[in-house]
């Protein structure tokens, strides 16, 4: 008898949101008596509700995540692990596999069943967690049969293709995707990607041939070339998935994609851009798990903390971020937007594009035939009672302007800036039309920041610092300096680094910097009160990274310049 109550909860919660009436309830346990059918395959079957609805009503009665199928993307590791006669006796799809932290996700509707469930942990083996996910019964079925029996690796797939003709119209069609080698092809390359880390992915055409690779932690790297007769293929696949015009192959183009690729949801952003051997494609990799990163979680010095804590603090004012592309700006934008967002503030951002939704942010992509640039999307957005604008980046003097009246009157404002430090960032600014006087008082702190590699930890090697590395790390020659070096390793891929963390200088103003600027003082005597105000350089924080042997000597000198004074 409980079994039944459990298996009615379903229909019970789905009359209690209001997608079933309790007719429908008492027809379904009637039919369910007599027939034995699970009631969630009933539910939609007699068309009283949507798979979708479904499958997110039992994810919230057990308390488990849910997925929609429609746009999974096949990983051929989580495969391997599941026999196909397994997954489709007991509607288990294998999504996603981690060899780093040995997780098995798999897509069921079987997530009650806990003998399904002790079966499958039995036939991966003790040593992996199986992270289950309810899905939809027909896209289990669905995917089983998508998935199962087609060539999925990258290896497979380009001998497939070597073997057989590419039929372009598919690519354009859609259909039955999986029949199509190069759509599984596109398909691997970006699973590979995203499994490795990587923050962007390039397809580079060259006389001959096609050269593929993926910038990991700030280094590109070449994964793949391949012959010529396949450049067309990716293309059109990839200029179809992102919305483009597959017909226009002399003009740029950008687009945007989302799939679900190892169990989440990866944003992509695409831009083509026309090159003598034909179109350059560039994905930037929207991971929103990974790219939001919680302040405590960046490795970030006792210090720094407090004061960033202490700038989150003030209740109006500019905040500015700088450095250059690729820096890490928006990821601590975001973070530091996440350490404030509540449902008791209202956070606007204006972005060129907007990269990672996040709840209760009112995200705003800048739009050209809209007419909504910088500086009218903050006119619009102060009429919209914000506490918090995030405006993303402060380009021209009209945005600069619009920014520091926001603050001015009463606004938190998180912007970007390019420059190479905090201190360059006053007399950029004066190149952008902005006065001294207006400068003062309403900058609250200047954040600069580069991303450099974090040594791998399994097989860094400890050795004494030569006389150069002591000149560049400012050290004195009494006492021995252990540092350590890159070597390389199965758990680094052998690149010796592994994972990356900021490097920041942070500039807090107060009343003597403030005066400093509103009178026009030279470089030098700010940078004399802000030292003396415990203000340390990127060099400095760098210097600290080798020290604590997070980092190498190397490593920091490829981001910044350590032979330059930084005292």
Same mark, same amino acid.
């Given at each position: 008898?409980?079994?039944?109550?459990?298996?009615?909860?379903?229909?019970?919660?789905?009359?209690?949101?209001?997608?079933?009436? $309790?007719?429908?309830?008492?027809?379904?346990?009637?039919?369910?008596?007599?027939?034995?059918?699970?009631?969630?395959?009933?539910?939609?079957?007699?068309?009283?509700?949507?798979?979708?609805?479904?499958?997110?009503?039992?994810?919230?009665?057990?308390?488990?995540?849910? #997925?929609?199928?429609?746009?999974?993307?096949?990983?051929?590791?989580?495969?391997?692990?599941?026999?196909?006669?397994?997954?489709?006796?007991?509607?288990?799809?294998?999504?996603?596999?981690?060899?780093?932290?040995?997780?098995?996700?798999?897509?069921?509707?079987?997530?009650?069943?806990?003998?399904?469930?002790?079966?499958?942990?039995?036939?991966?083996?003790?040593?992996?967690?199986?992270?289950?996910?309810?899905?939809?019964?027909?896209?289990?079925?669905?995917?089983? %049969?998508?998935?199962?029996?087609?060539?999925?690796?990258?290896?497979?797939?380009?001998?497939?293709?070597?073997?057989?003709?590419?039929?372009?119209?598919?690519?354009?069609?859609?259909?039955?995707?999986?029949?199509?080698?190069?759509?599984?092809?596109?398909?691997?390359?970006?699973?590979?990607?995203?499994?490795?880390?990587?923050?962007?992915?390039?397809?580079?055409?060259?006389?001959?041939?096609?050269?593929?690779?993926?910038? #990991? %932690?700030?280094?590109?790297?070449?994964?793949?070339?391949?012959?010529?007769?396949?450049?067309?293929?990716?293309?059109?696949?990839? *200029?179809?998935?992102?919305?483009?015009?597959?017909? $226009?192959?002399?003009?740029?183009?950008?687009?945007?994609?989302?799939?679900? !690729?190892?169990?989440?949801?990866?944003?992509?952003? &695409?831009?083509?851009?026309?090159?003598?051997?034909?179109?350059? +494609?560039?994905?930037?990799?929207?991971?929103?798990?990974?790219?939001?990163?919680?302040?405590?979680?960046?490795?970030?010095?006792?210090?720094?903390?407090?004061?960033?804590?202490?700038?989150?603090?003030?209740?109006?004012?500019?905040?500015?971020?700088?450095?250059?592309?690729?820096?890490?700006?928006?990821?601590? +934008?975001?973070?530091?937007?996440?350490?404030?967002?509540?449902?008791?503030?209202?956070?606007?951002? +204006?972005?060129?594009?907007?990269?990672?939704?996040?709840?209760?942010?009112?995200?705003?992509? &800048?739009?050209?035939?809209?007419?909504?640039?910088?500086?009218?999307?903050?006119?619009?957005?102060?009429?919209?009672?914000?506490?918090?604008? !995030?405006?993303?980046?402060?380009? %021209?003097?009209?945005?600069?302007?619009?920014?520091?009246?926001?603050?001015?009157?009463?606004?938190?404002?998180?912007?970007?800036?390019?420059?190479?430090?905090?201190?360059?960032?006053?007399?950029?600014?004066?190149?952008?039309? #902005?006065?001294?006087?207006?400068?003062?008082?309403?900058?609250?702190? #200047?954040?600069?920041?580069?991303?450099?590699?974090?040594?791998?930890?399994?097989?860094?090697?400890?050795?004494?610092?030569? +006389?150069?590395?002591?000149?560049?790390?400012?050290?004195?020659?009494?006492?021995?300096?252990?540092?350590?070096?890159?070597?390389?390793?199965?758990?680094?891929?052998?690149?010796?680094?592994?994972?990356?963390?900021?490097?920041? $200088? !942070?500039?807090?103003?107060?009343?003597?910097?403030?005066?400093?600027?509103?009178?026009?003082?030279?470089?030098?005597?700010?940078?004399?009160?802000?030292?003396?105000?415990?203000? *340390?350089?990127?060099?400095?924080?760098?210097?600290?990274?080798?020290?604590?042997?997070?980092?190498?000597?190397?490593?920091?000198?490829?981001?910044?310049?350590?032979?330059?004074?930084? %005292?």
């Amino acid at each position: 008898m409980a079994d039944v109550r459990k298996r009615l909860r379903l229909g019970e919660l789905l009359v209690q949101q209001g997608l079933l009436s $309790e007719d429908q309830l008492n027809i379904l346990v009637a039919e369910q008596r007599n027939t034995n059918i699970p009631i969630g395959r009933l539910i939609v079957r007699m068309g009283f509700a949507t798979e979708a609805a479904v499958r997110d009503a039992m994810a919230r009665t057990v308390g488990q995540e849910s #997925i929609d199928l429609s746009h999974v993307v096949a990983d051929p590791e989580a495969l391997q692990l599941v026999p196909q006669d397994f997954a489709r006796r007991n509607q288990v799809l294998p999504i996603a596999y981690s060899a780093a932290d040995a997780t098995l996700t798999v897509a069921t509707t079987a997530v009650f069943n806990v003998v399904v469930m002790d079966r499958l942990r039995a036939l991966v083996g003790a040593d992996i967690d199986v992270r289950p996910q309810i899905a939809a019964e027909a896209q289990v079925e669905e995917c089983i %049969d998508r998935f199962y029996g087609y060539e999925l690796s990258v290896d497979g797939i380009l001998k497939e293709i070597e073997t057989g003709e590419i039929d372009y119209e598919s690519l354009r069609a859609g259909g039955d995707e999986y029949t199509q080698p190069m759509v599984r092809l596109v398909n691997a390359l970006l699973v590979d990607a995203v499994k490795r880390g990587a923050s962007d992915v390039h397809f580079e055409p060259e006389y001959a041939f096609l050269r593929i690779r993926y910038r #990991i %932690d700030g280094v590109l790297e070449t994964v793949r070339s391949l012959h010529k007769t396949f450049t067309s293929g990716i293309t059109v696949r990839l *200029k179809v998935i992102s919305g483009m015009n597959i017909a $226009e192959i002399r003009a740029p183009q950008d687009g945007r994609v989302s799939l679900t !690729l190892n169990g989440r949801q990866v944003d992509f952003r &695409v831009s083509t851009q026309p090159t003598i051997y034909g179109e350059n +494609l560039v994905l930037r990799v929207l991971d929103r798990e990974k790219s939001i990163i919680r302040l405590e979680n960046m490795a970030l010095p006792d210090e720094t903390m407090q004061k960033l804590t202490g700038l989150l603090d003030r209740p109006e004012g500019i905040l500015i971020v700088t450095g250059p592309t690729g820096s890490g700006k928006t990821t601590t +934008l975001y973070s530091l937007l996440a350490q404030i967002n509540d449902d008791t503030v209202n956070i606007m951002t +204006l972005e060129d594009p907007v990269e990672y939704p996040l709840n209760l942010l009112r995200q705003t992509s &800048v739009n050209e035939v809209a007419r909504m640039d910088f500086a009218n999307g903050i006119r619009s957005m102060m009429r919209q009672d914000p506490d918090i604008i !995030l405006v993303g980046e402060m380009r %021209d003097q009209e945005t600069s302007e619009m920014a520091f009246r926001a603050a001015m009157t009463g606004h938190q404002v998180f912007t970007t800036l390019h420059t190479n430090s905090a201190l360059g960032a006053f007399p950029r600014l004066l190149d952008l039309g #902005i006065r001294p006087g207006i400068m003062a008082g309403n900058i609250i702190g #200047i954040i600069a920041q580069r991303l450099v590699r974090l040594v791998c930890m399994q097989c860094r090697e400890p050795y004494v610092a030569t +006389l150069e590395e002591r000149r560049l790390l400012k050290l004195g020659g009494e006492v021995p300096a252990q540092i350590y070096k890159a070597v390389g390793c199965k758990a680094c891929g052998g690149k010796g680094y592994k994972g990356r963390a900021p490097i920041m $200088e !942070l500039l807090v103003m107060d009343g003597d910097l403030d005066e400093l600027i509103a009178r026009g003082t030279t470089p030098r005597e700010l940078r004399e009160v802000a030292n003396s105000k415990g203000y *340390k350089t990127l060099a400095q924080a760098g210097i600290r990274r080798i020290l604590d042997g997070e980092s190498t000597v190397a490593e920091i000198s490829r981001v910044i310049n350590l032979s330059a004074p930084h %005292d």
